[in-house]
């Protein structure tokens, strides 16, 4: 396993550790700040959310690689199951934006059950099909396709995938290259299954995100801890997805409304380097 005690080059920032997923949190900054920031404290990477991207994704991932950082993905496609389905061209333009931004991963959540199914057998036919007849565009434009499996309590409306095996029954499904997991620490760190699930899936995980999970979370999406603030073995989690073979960044995504969010967004990002290097 990597050692990060005195090396923070494989810290990435998914910007909504500083609330810019939501309308009405975090402190604004514009996608510039953020990247200066990180850049000026050592960052290796960082990923944006399509909402602040807009038209300018060949522009802000130029920004980041001048900086010496890397754009280390997308977050995230529309979703592909459930009421609230994007469309094809929706999907695409998701792409699109990853491929002009440099993003090599561009994030699947899936979305939810469809209209008058019950169970998850119709969901997630739909859900490999429809990343199967995605897989070959974003292969054509250099971007792969990472589903992540989302905790049990977001079944329903969010996702159909619960957990690393789940997400492998999809690859195997669609069975492309391009296509694989991001395992997220939010979502997996209680599945007992978690590292025989990333033994199978050797060569599939394409994102590692970081985060904890508070003892008395008060908030199923916007309570996620600070690394080191929660019960999650994150030495033990990061032991099995690299040894699945990840070499990549360590994307830190924390969704915290009523703490990181209300703080000065600088004290958030030393504070990430300090827990990344101790308890990562």
Known sequence: MRDFTNDHSALALNTATLGHNLDGHGAGWSPEQVIDACAERGYGGIVFWR????????????????????????????????????????????????????????????????????????????????????ADYAARNNVSLALEPLNPMFGGNRTVIFTVRDALEICQMVDAPNIGIAVDVYHVWWDTGLAQSLAEARGRVMGYHLCDWLENTGHMLLDRGMMGDGVADLKAIRRAVEGAGYTGLCEVEIFSADDWWRRDPGEVLDVLVDRFRTVC
């Not at 991932?61 to 995230?76: D, H, K, P, T």
């Not at 529309?78 to 991963?105: C, H, K, N, Q």
């Open 51 to 134: 909402r602040e991207i807009g038209d300018q994704a060949q522009q802000i991932g130029e920004y980041v690689r001048a900086s010496g950082m890397q754009v280390a993905g997308l977050c995230r496609t529309p979703y592909l199951t459930g009421s609230e389905a994007g469309t094809d061209d929706e999907v695409r333009a998701s792409i699109d934006m990853a491929a002009a931004l440099g993003a090599p991963v561009l994030t699947i959540v899936t979305g939810g059950t469809e209209p008058g199914s019950k169970g998850l057998d119709d969901s997630r036919k739909r859900l490999a099909e429809r990343v199967a007849h995605h």
